[in-house]
């Protein structure tokens, strides 16, 4: 079988963009590591929650889903910041396998609420520039695809200039590295604990709404094998490193998309998760190293 | 987390026991209460399984890998071997146990959230694997029969099956309890607490760690092949994520570490998820054992079994005069 | 206080035995007990839902005739359903089941749709020798099982071998030679098919049946694409390239409904893959139609069963009236499911009527011999029978074409084969490019 360059490249970009929800929620997961020093294995479900809010205001309002983003972001971010003030606050302190526990029962309430409020059934959403696509030779570049990958770097641009440049990123860096010390100095650690859980939760919203208009059906449980795809990621680039999460994103996309080319569809989990066994067994810390305890 | 391991009074031991063993004549010839009951059975073994490991500070999200491993390994010798499934129950847990051991040897230096995501992702791992590469033995998504536990041509066979489990229960309680109150419940202890401390006293995390996987791999891998064999079929289901859920609902709402915990919550959990069905709430009744765990994590920590020592506690304040003092865990001890 | 604990432990085994009472129901003591096996939580439960209430919708016609005469009784009885709540689950199906059996004393079992979910319950039911009349589960082990005794059970649903059998069939002898018409190939030209099925035995099952069709009947197909794909995906793209690369006349997913509309639109919309797709008759369902939208015009469905599709034909006035009853009563869409069980019931009164006893063995050898002529489904020869040696019914499945239309929006079917039931002719779109193209 004569494989064309085009064909390549389109594999290629399909695991680009498939890479770039990776991307977005093992950001998420390591933002909230690095600063509350816990795994949230409900993130799955803030991806879901995110395409249910997407999809809601799409139905209410009719208005381009892209927009949608500036509506579903802040949404989950409040929602977010909730979260960690009624749940994982009143358990800090105590044994860390506390708030793995209860993470898990945050994923009953959340699938199982969503089910109610929004039915069980699968829904979809449709983007208002579907048709358009580019087309190189036989390499087709539709816009959406192109769209999703350009918000995603704005996302992860946007985010670095928040830790890098402003006041508050500068607090939630300082508590992910030495809390004490941050406590110290006079910042607000537990503001810190729900603010980057806000911003987890809103990485998460927004990585649900691609996945929402780029077509994927969603429904109330489909958010737990991206979660787990995101936790593979993260502890192959290293837990509480956002470089590892971007390069791990990108690699764990174009690996899958590969694998189901050359070994077929249903390898594409193995795959994945064959991986995240050969890393743990030669270098457990990742490729960017442990930050944090 | 409850630090030391509950000390039951035996009357109460005895009154459980004898319930546990009237169960049969209370379900009054209803076999599906008494199914009903001996699955319950099997899980308090699985739940029991979980909670060892948990004592040692391990948090497994995925247990139903050796759950699923230890069904389909009995499963497959019985029903390719002829087999008596009595052997090949023990089989199960020992094949459970060797990739409980594997797994381990992967976690056992790293902290918790590391094993809480490898365990998650494991059972994901094996579920594909069975129905994929494995399909070839295991039958993939369409499953392999088992034979059944007791054969329907014994004379009250459903009695004699649940009569069998609960036996295997007392086996499994006498052990853990044995192992928690001596030298491995105390190393499970410092280790959960202090690890670095747990290491100067001269205790190996790492060996009492890996012991804990084995154990309970291997308990979780009877447990499952227990049930299968009841069912008579075994599919891939079985390593579902809610398999894995279940054993840690059932321990931490009856209470985490304790010999008692995992037995109260299992029955407690049990009723309230069969009541809830009877009043016809379908999402709901997982929003609502959600909420349970939830709020029994960050209210009452200790589980269902601390109630009458909070309440005892509470009695001992208000006799005292200080009944608008709260009770600290400390107190309850 | 020990006591204390004592009082929990003995307050809740009180509770468990309340229940023990409470469910008991207290039924009365003549007529049909039938017991219906739905999905009535969990994932399935929209299907279930709809087999519950075809069900109801049947036993009600029946009993509002009088019900069913008796001989050994003497006179007429009714027809009463008892509800199994399976929980989409193997568990809960084996619970609901063993109630069902043991108390409720049910005659007859009906209903059953995952044939996993089957699987794990039909040891009960072959243990107590209950007639099962299974109107679900596309697999054929569910009455060909070598470990446990399955003359009990009747398969009233076609197995995933009739459904890809009869689908390859008609891409054969109506595709093939549109298409080479069309395109001013040679009549003889084999027809290029891609295959994109479900890692399970489903979608192997299906691929199997597809394989053994064209070898045994000389079909000139050419498999140039064998895509598998893990249950649940949602993200086709990269399979969808590499069969594109393949260059296919024809698409055949073997899917669920949730799975082939993000096929299919992926197919359409963003990999350019302008081709016919076919699809095997489970996602026959409204939602399937709205969830594709402009994106499932002009592809095939194998169907028995549509809401929206009356076949001409011998039951064309039968499928428009159930449709109607349906409607009016439950103010929703019959599916193909329930259409089955609705079957079920008649065919369990049938029986009845057949053995003029409700002694099990007499219903047995009544349901193994019965001919029922064909109602809402349309049936090999026009009847209902289970005399093959797997109790199987035998179908006259049909092939649907869907078609858009722009100024109301919607996407409907029309049945385009076999001859006795087609509406219309079969149809190549424009935008249609052989090998893929």
């Known amino acids: 079988m004569a494989i064309d360059v085009s064909t390549l490249l389109q594999i290629l970009f399909w695991g680009l963009y498939a890479g770039c929800i990776y991307i977005l929620l093992a950001t998420g997961v390591n933002l909230i590591f690095g600063v509350m020093k816990t795994v949230n294995f409900a993130h799955g479900e803030l991806l879901m929650i995110g395409a249910y809010v997407t999809w809601t205001l799409f139905s209410l309002t009719g208005l381009n889903p892209y927009l949608l983003l500036v509506a579903t972001v802040p949404v989950l971010l409040l929602f977010g910041i909730a979260v960690q003030r009624l749940a994982f606050r009143p358990v800090l302190g105590s044994h860390k396998l506390n708030e793995i526990f209860l993470s898990i029962g945050l994923i009953y309430l959340f699938q199982n609420g969503a089910a109610m409020i929004w039915g069980g059934d699968y829904q979809s959403l449709r983007s208002p520039f579907e048709s358009i696509a580019f087309d190189i030779g036989s390499f087709r570049l539709p816009l959406d695809y192109v769209i999703i990958i350009a918000v995603t770097v704005a996302i992860l641009v946007g985010l670095q200039l928040l830790l890098r440049r402003t006041r508050l990123g500068l607090a939630l860096r300082a508590t992910s590295q030495n809390r004490k010390a941050a406590m110290l100095s006079g910042i607000n650690v537990e503001r810190m604990d729900m603010l980057a859980f806000g911003l987890g939760a809103a990485l998460a919203g927004a990585a649900g709404t691609l996945w929402a208009v780029s077509g994927q059906v969603f429904d109330p449980y489909m958010g737990s094998v991206p979660a787990v795809k995101a936790f593979a990621i993260v502890i192959l680039g290293g837990l509480g490193s956002i470089p590892g999460a971007i390069i791990g994103g990108l690699f764990y996309g174009v690996a899958e998309s590969a694998a189901t080319f050359t070994l077929g569809g249903a390898w594409k989990d193995a795959i994945s998760f064959v991986v995240l066994i050969v890393v743990l067994v030669i270098r457990p810390t990742g490729l960017f190293g442990e930050r944090g305890e | ?333 | 206080m020990r006591t204390a604990l004592i009082a929990i432990v003995i307050g809740l085994l009180l509770v468990m035995a309340c229940f023990a009472g409470c469910t008991q129901q207290s039924v009365p003591a003549a007529g049909l007990k039938l017991g219906v096996v739905a999905s009535m939580t969990g994932p399935a439960s929209t299907t279930g839902k709809d087999v519950w209430q075809s069900a109801q919708l049947a036993a009600d016609e029946i009993n509002a005739r009088g019900g069913v005469f008796v001989k050994s009784l003497g006179k007429n009885v009714t027809i009463q359903l008892v509800q199994g709540d399976d929980e989409s689950t193997r568990e809960g199906g084996i619970k609901a089941v063993t109630k069902m059996i043991t108390d409720d004393k049910v005659d007859v079992l009906t209903g059953g749709f995952s044939s996993a979910v089957v699987t794990a319950h039909e040891s009960i039911v072959a243990d107590h020798g209950v007639p099962y009349i299974i109107t679900g589960a596309s697999s054929s082990t569910v009455t060909r099982r070598t470990d446990i005794n399955t003359s009990t059970m009747f398969h009233h649903a076609p197995i995933t071998d009739a459904s890809a059998s009869q689908t390859t069939i008609f891409v054969d002898e109506v595709m093939r030679p549109a298409i080479n018409a069309k395109f001013g190939r040679p009549a003889d030209q084999p027809l290029h098919l891609a295959v994109i099925y479900q890692d399970s035995p489903f979608g192997k099952g299906a691929l199997d049946a597809i394989k053994a069709t064209i070898a045994a009947k000389g079909l000139k197909i050419q498999l140039v694409a064998e895509e598998p794909y893990k249950m649940g995906e949602t993200d086709y793209r990269t399979t969808l390239t590499s069969v594109k690369a393949k260059g296919p006349d024809v698409v055949y997913p073997i899917a669920f409904l949730n799975e082939e509309v993000p096929m299919l639109t992926q197919a359409r919309r963003d990999v350019g893959l302008n081709t016919i797709f076919l699809a095997v008759e489970c996602v026959d369902d409204p939602d399937y139609y709205k969830g594709l939208g402009q994106y499932g015009d002009y592809s095939i469905i194998e169907s028995r069963f549509s809401a929206y599709a009356v076949p001409k034909g011998s039951i064309n006035a039968n499928v428009g009236e159930y449709q109607k009853d349906y409607i009016a009563r439950f103010n929703a869409s019959p599916g193909m499911m329930g259409a089955a069980t609705y079957e079920g019931v008649y065919i369990a009164a049938a029986a009845l009527e057949k053995a003029g006893t409700t002694d099990q063995a007499a219903l047995l050898s009544a349901i193994g011999s019965i001919q029922v002529p064909e109602m809402v489904e349309s049936m090999r020869n026009g009847t209902i029978s289970f005399g093959n040696q797997y109790h199987e019914s035998q179908f006259n499945l049909f092939m649907e074409q869907l078609r858009w239309d722009a100024a109301t929006q919607t996407l409907r079917p029309k049945i385009v084969w076999p001859a006795e039931l087609k509406e219309t002719e079969f149809q190549i779109p424009d935008w249609y490019r052989p090998g893929g193209v």
């Not at chain 2, 976690?107 to 791992?125: H, P, Q, S």
């Not at chain 2, 919550?265 to 349970?292: D, K, Q, S």
Request: aromatic content about 12%; glycine content about 12%; charged content about 10%.
């Open chain 2, 1 to 333: 987390m409850p630090v030391a391991f509950d000390r039951v009074r035996p009357t109460v031991v005895w009154i459980a026991l004898a319930v546990a063993l009237l169960v049969p004549a209370l379900a009054s010839g209803s076999l599906y209460l008494l199914t009903t009951a001996s699955i319950a059975l099997v899980f308090m073994i699985y739940s029991e399984a979980w909670n060892f490991l948990a004592a040692s500070g391990q948090g497994s999200l995925g247990h139903a890998a050796f759950f699923g491993l230890g069904a389909y390994a009995s499963a497959l010798t019985a029903s390719r071997f002829g087999l008596p499934p009595a052997l090949t129950i023990l089989f199960g847990g020992l094949f459970a146990a060797g990739i409980g051991l594997l797994i381990g040897l992967t976690c056992v230096r790293l902290k918790e959230w590391f094993l809480a995501m490898v365990t998650f992702g494991f059972a994901i791992i094996i579920q594909t694997l069975m129905v994929s590469q494995f399909a070839g033995i295991s039958g993939g998504w369409d499953g392999t029969a088992a034979p059944a536990l007791v054969p329907s041509s014994v004379p009250f066979a459903p009695y004699v099956q649940y009569y069998l489990v609960l036996a295997v229960l007392i086996v499994v309680l006498l052990v853990f309890r044995r192992l928690l109150r001596g030298r491995v419940g105390l190393a499970f202890a410092a280790i959960r607490e202090n690890e670095v401390e747990a290491r100067a006293s001269g205790i190996d995390p790492v060996r009492y760690r890996l012991f804990a996987f084995g154990l309970s791999a291997c308990v979780a891998g009877i447990a499952g092949a227990l049930e299968i064999h009841q069912f008579g079929y075994v599919t891939p289901e079985v390593f579902g994520t809610d398999i894995s859920f279940w054993p840690i609902i059932y321990s931490i709402s009856g209470g985490l570490g304790t010999l008692a915990g995992p037995l109260v919550g299992t029955v407690a959990v049990t009723v309230l998820w069969e009541g809830l069905r009877g009043v016809g709430l379908t999402y709901a009744r997982f929003v609502i054992v959600g909420l349970l765990l939830i709020l029994t994590v960050i209210f009452l920590p200790s589980g269902l079994v601390s109630l009458p020592r909070r309440f005892q506690a509470w009695r001992r304040q208000v006799e005292k005069g200080e009944a608008d003092v709260p009770v600290s865990d400390a107190e309850i001890g």
